[in-house]
């Protein structure tokens, strides 16, 4: 039966991420925009509550750790089922309407545990189990070719020897291990292409240099460099073997799980937008009323009901892309078309909440002006707006790599 | 001509033929508007000097041929007036997020995919022409149901529970057939979907046998005015009290099939609020004129002038206290939604395969990045109309507040829905402006979405 309302069993959860978003977040989140660099130690007791609450089994999947896709097959006939991936969205779109970059700052809750989960075997997502982990793909000459990688994976005895540098690490310098791309052999393209985890301090592994940033800045962005960087050969995640038809498939299944976590980051940023410029729309005397034609409104009314309806379609293709993967179904195209939405709709939203707000939109004296900082990260990691939209155009017309390039 | 107005301003070429109040012709232009009035005067023609072909019958393809609205059949008058009708219970989803349609609903969607694929899609050119859904479509519509998918099973249609998702499924398909002939097919049922929904049980005893019946009427609701910035919830069609009933004044517009239907439900100002009439087509006052517009023009879409219609007392439908109408107007907006929907996805298994085949510097032009992104985001879009849509059946059906949902769906396919119209031509070029390809039909049907305010409902 057609439902597009939030899971009944998931809105204690998205109401409980929401009050830890407002009374834990956005107390600091000007504090981090500033600090530059400094770790937010107010995320360690949070960090240790979700954990609590996840071992508790209150929290399902309520965090990016939590893509793992279900291998047990269901019965069939019982219906669509609401799981884990819908639950992370839910719950990251609200920490995020709190603050996108201590979201990112989370201990356990990087996109490489994504990665750990959606590619792992049964025994390495046990062994990495509560590890925080970092996600290093692009080098300083490789963006969205990430087939194009330089980095080096050469096996050694029982032992993976690792060379290459690696930038835009989220969390590269906090967190307990990197999740790296390198391939094993650079002739035989994007199959040869393997992630390795790579413990902190693993000699050979070293932090170069931390960005700094338009925004996110409560999040670190590492420069790291291999060299002859050892690893065990078990650290190699999923299989050894270079499968030369399944190709590039492997590695970027990761990104059908985070594509939608990073839509939700933009739809929770472009919501805390959204409810404080209504709000100062209404102190102003603008009232939103969803029945008159919005020309008949002021201009001001009008900008706001086509950001919504954009807010809401964007939010709308993030739930369908996370409920396809708890229902088992391939969601590579409905996952990239929610982040190209959610990305650029972010970008619109922040930006046009600003203008709406003026000068006190612009000044750092509200947070409008962060998140349109925030936002635009959103629209350029995981895959930029435009990696998305020719994503979804080979799909949609059925053209491969080389003919749609 | 307006003979009240002084010869200076009869001779101020404003107000006409498009041209804003602030024209004024200089003594060339005055030269140019003499020659025009003698080509156009019909003293040629008493001369003999051009062929008389004037046709004289109501014609639904040119603007202003007015007529009576039609003799409608008897309504035999029966039940209670004080008495509520029948209504169907709000369906009861449980409480999980979910995309696909029940088994009843995709068994509808299944078979009127075929009726649009096989029956509706191949008339679409002709009905756009002449501005008329052929009868074989109409009949067709009929064996499907689509009159009665929102009559209670009660009072022999076949909803069981609300149907507004059902409702908005059937419309996508249909559209994506053809608009126009969607909107013809559709306005009958949105009639008898508000009769299910607010009718009392006279009115439901008194009208709905003809709906479930072999000889289904025409019949429009009409909600719509022509006036510049029209708020469909403040029509300046009134209502007036009178001793045993109503007297209403008026002019509507996008009156689907106006010439041929026997029952209306108008929307009028009654003592501040927009309320619901029921009119039946032999009421003295009424009269249609043609008013076919760039697009949806299988509907037939007429004027509906009302001067000093006088209506019995028990004409309202639904509450007088603009409740009832605002629904009206929401699940009306919900099934334009539904038809945008419908035809933007003709317009994306269009220029599918057409960007594919068609070569330009040696090869397709998909295999471009400009190309291929429009059909992206064709694709991005549509897929997002049609979520806030469902999103807004599913609350409406399940007996929530919908308000925000619907104009929020309304919102986006009136954008992104004509976005995909003009996106549409764009990719076929030249060969997108000819009517050899359907894309500019689409493309003039597409600019009805979030103009239309009634004719559908779901």
């Known amino acids: ?405 | 001509m307006d003979l009240t107005k002084s010869l200076p301003a009869r001779l101020r070429p404003g107000g006409r033929h498009g041209l804003a109040g602030t024209e004024v012709r200089d003594p060339i232009g005055y030269a140019v508007a003499a020659l025009g009035k003698l080509a156009q005067s019909d003293l040629l023609d008493r001369v003999g000097l051009r062929k008389q072909a004037e046709q004289a019958v109501y014609t639904a393809t040119r603007t202003g041929f007015q007529a009576a609205t039609r003799a409608n059949r008897a309504f035999t008058r029966s039940g209670s007036r004080q008495q509520p009708g029948v209504r169907v219970p709000a369906t009861a989803p449980r409480g999980v997020f979910d995309l696909t349609p029940g088994e009843d609903e995709q068994m509808l969607v299944d078979v009127v995919t075929e009726f649009a694929d096989e029956v509706v899609r191949p008339a679409a050119t002709e009905a756009d022409e002449t501005c008329a859904a052929p009868e074989p479509v109409l009949k067709a519509s009929l064996e499907i149901g689509l009159p009665i998918l929102g009559v209670p099973e009660a009072l022999g249609g076949i909803s069981e529970e609300r149907s507004a998702v059902a409702g908005t499924l059937v419309a996508e398909a249909l559209a994506r057939g053809d608009m126009g002939l969607a909107v013809a097919a559709l306005a009958p049922g949105a009639v008898a979907t508000a009769l299910g929904l607010w009718g009392t049980e006279a009115q439901q005893q008194t009208y709905l046998p003809a709906f479930t019946g072999d000889e289904v009427p025409a019949a429009a609701l009409a909600l719509s005015e022509p006036a510049v910035l029209f708020d469909a919830l403040t029509p300046s069609t009134t209502a007036r009290r009178t001793a045993d009933g109503f007297v209403l004044d008026g002019l509507k517009s996008a009156v689907v099939r106006g010439a041929e239907a026997e029952l209306f439900v108008v929307g009028a100002e009654l003592d501040g609020n927009p309320v619901l009439f029921l009119v039946e087509s032999s009421t003295p006052g009424l009269s249609v004129e043609s008013d076919p517009g760039m697009g949806v023009r299988a509907a037939s879409m007429a004027r509906l002038r009302l001067e000093g219609v006088t209506l019995p007392a028990d004409a309202v439908l639904g509450e007088t206290d603009g409740s009832t109408y605002a629904e009206c107007v929401r699940l009306s907006r919900l099934a334009w939604c539904a038809l945008a929907v419908g035809t933007g996805q003709a317009v994306l298994d269009y220029v599918t395969p057409y960007v594919k085949e068609r070569e330009a510097f040696g090869e397709p032009v998909a295999h471009r990045q400009s190309v291929a992104f429009m059909v992206a985001d064709i694709a991005i879009e549509l897929q997002a109309m049609r979520l806030l849509t469902y999103k807004a059946a599913g609350r409406a059906a399940a007996g929530k507040d919908f308000s925000r949902e619907v104009a929020l769906a309304r919102r986006l396919c009136a954008e992104k829905g004509m976005r995909i119209g003009l996106d549409g031509v764009q990719l076929l070029g030249g060969h997108g402006f000819v009517k050899e390809h359907p894309v500019e039909r689409w493309y003039r049907d597409l600019r009805a979405v979030g103009v239309m305010e009634g004719a559908v409902l779901v």
Request: glycine content about 8%; hydrophobic content about 40%; overall charge negative.
């Open chain 1, 1 to 405: 039966m057609i439902n597009l309302d939030d899971p009944k069993k998931f809105r204690p959860l998205r109401d409980q991420a929401h009050q830890v978003a407002m009374n834990m977040l956005r107390p600091i989140s000007r504090k981090y925009d500033k600090a530059e660099h400094a770790y937010p130690t107010e995320l360690d007791m949070l960090a240790a509550m979700i954990d609590g609450l996840s071992e508790s089994g209150a929290a399902e999947g309520a965090g990016a750790a939590g893509v793992r896709r279900d291998e047990t097959p269901e019965e069939k006939g019982a219906g669509a089922k609401n799981g884990a991936n819908l639950a992370s969205v839910m719950s990251i779109a609200e920490m995020c309407w709190g603050d996108v970059g201590l979201l990112l700052s989370m201990p356990r809750q990087g996109l490489g545990n994504s990665a750990i989960a959606s590619v792992a075997d049964d025994e390495q997502a046990k062994r990495f189990e509560g590890v925080w982990a970092g996600m290093a793909i692009t080098e300083p000459g490789t963006g969205s070719d990430s087939a194009n990688i330089s980095t080096t994976a050469v096996l050694d005895g029982d032992e993976y020897v690792i060379n290459g540098e690696k930038i835009y690490v989220t969390s590269g310098d906090r967190a307990d291990a990197i999740v790296v791309w390198a391939t094993l052999d650079r002739d035989l393209g994007r199959a040869a292409i393997k992630s390795f985890v790579v413990p902190k301090g693993t000699p050979g592994m070293r932090v170069d240099r931390l960005e700094h940033k338009l925004g996110i800045k409560a999040s670190d962005t590492a420069t790291i460099i291999f060299e002859d960087c050892r690893v065990p050969k078990e650290n190699l995640l999923g299989s050894p073997d270079v499968d030369v038809k399944q190709g590039f498939a492997g590695a970027m299944a990761t990104f059908d799980n985070t594509r939608p976590l990073v839509a939700a980051m933009a739809i929770g940023c472009a919501k805390a937008s959204l409810d404080l410029t209504r709000d100062l729309l209404e102190q102003a005397g603008v009232v939103i009323d969803y029945d008159r034609p919005a020309l008949t409104q002021s201009a001001a009314a009008a900008k706001f009901l086509q950001m919504e309806a954009d807010w809401e379609a964007a939010r709308l293709l993030t739930l369908q892309a996370a409920w396809m993967a708890d229902n088992r179904e391939p969601n590579s195209l409905e996952a990239s078309m929610a982040k190209a939405k959610a990305g650029r709709v972010g970008s619109d939203i922040t930006l046009s909440c600003v203008e709406l707000a003026g000068t006190l939109g612009y000044s750092e004296t509200e947070l409008l002006e962060k998140w349109s900082r925030d936002s635009k990260i959103l629209d350029i990691f995981e895959g930029t707006q435009q990696i998305q939209q020719l994503i979804v155009a080979r799909r949609v017309l059925g053209l491969s790599s080389a003919e749609l390039k």
